[in-house]
């Protein structure tokens, strides 16, 4: 592995989201790390692909996209849905035997034996659905609103859906695979749907050491700059640090 450059922060997005959660972060993480987002396909630029509701072929998608990334010194960060694809990636990482990352961050969900009340919603009609994702606040009061709702349907519901049935398919398929990569847990203290209690219990997936941190915000604090920034100074230890320990700040 290559020693040149920064390490490399592979981030992945939340459900419904993409590459844009993480615009604002390279300007927070400076020169602790490449901020290095991965854009699923259905989504942005990859709209007119098909979504990812399978774990094996997301293994197989990560693979031949971050792949070629991993030639230098890396670390992920996962939000929300991004955090279950950043344990699957590790894991598969450690399974194949392949280069692991110094630090996988997740940030705003809960590890896959809880299982968030959202995922669970992924099976239910389109109404109950929309209700459901407006009372813990991942859609807006509008996306109910009778004159809004049918198109709420139509461009936001089929994605968030299909990546809330991948949010379910990897809760399943984790098996409480823990990590040889240290694991560091952000928590929001005003977030409505990952309690930090919840986000606690990552630490079973940790093998190599675990740090629970509480940054300020709810379910969506991965668009403020608090996280990045954190996650900089972090980084910025890793070479120094014996190893991460439980505690909360």
Not at 95 to 103: D, N, S, T, V
Not at 125 to 150: F, K, M, N, Q, S
Request: neutral net charge; proline residues 8%; hydrophobic residues 45%.
């Amino acid at each position: 592995m290559s020693s040149g450059g920064p390490p490399r922060l592979i981030c992945f997005h939340h459900a419904g989201a993409g590459v844009s959660a993480f615009a604002r972060w390279q300007s927070a993480l400076g020169t602790a790390a490449e901020v290095v987002p991965v854009l699923l396909p259905g989504r942005g630029l990859r709209i007119r692909e098909r979504r990812i509701t399978d774990p094996d072929r997301l293994i197989s998608e990560l693979d031949s996209l971050i792949g070629p990334l991993l030639d230098r010194p890396f670390a992920f960060y996962g939000h929300s849905l991004g955090g279950l694809v950043a344990h699957t990636c590790a894991a598969a990482l450690q399974r194949a035997g392949g280069p692991l990352p110094q630090l996988v961050a997740v940030g705003a969900v809960l590890p896959p034996h809880l299982r968030s009340p959202v995922l669970a919603a992924a099976t239910l009609p389109d109404d109950e659905l929309l209700h459901r994702l407006v009372d813990h606040g991942v859609l807006p009061p509008g996306a109910i609103d009778p004159e809004e709702t049918g198109m709420w349907r139509r461009r936001v519901l089929p994605a968030l859906r299909d990546d809330l049935q991948l949010g379910e398919a990897l809760c399943r398929a984790a098996d409480g695979q823990t990590l040889n990569s240290r694991l560091l847990a952000l928590a929001g203290r005003t977030d409505p749907i990952a309690s930090p209690g919840g986000i606690a219990q990552w630490a079973r997936y940790a093998a190599a050491g675990f740090e629970l941190r509480m940054v300020e915000g709810g379910h969506f604090f991965v668009r403020e700059r608090t996280a990045p920034t954190l996650l900089a100074e972090v980084l910025d230890g890793l070479g120094a640090a014996p190893g991460l320990v439980s505690s909360v700040a």
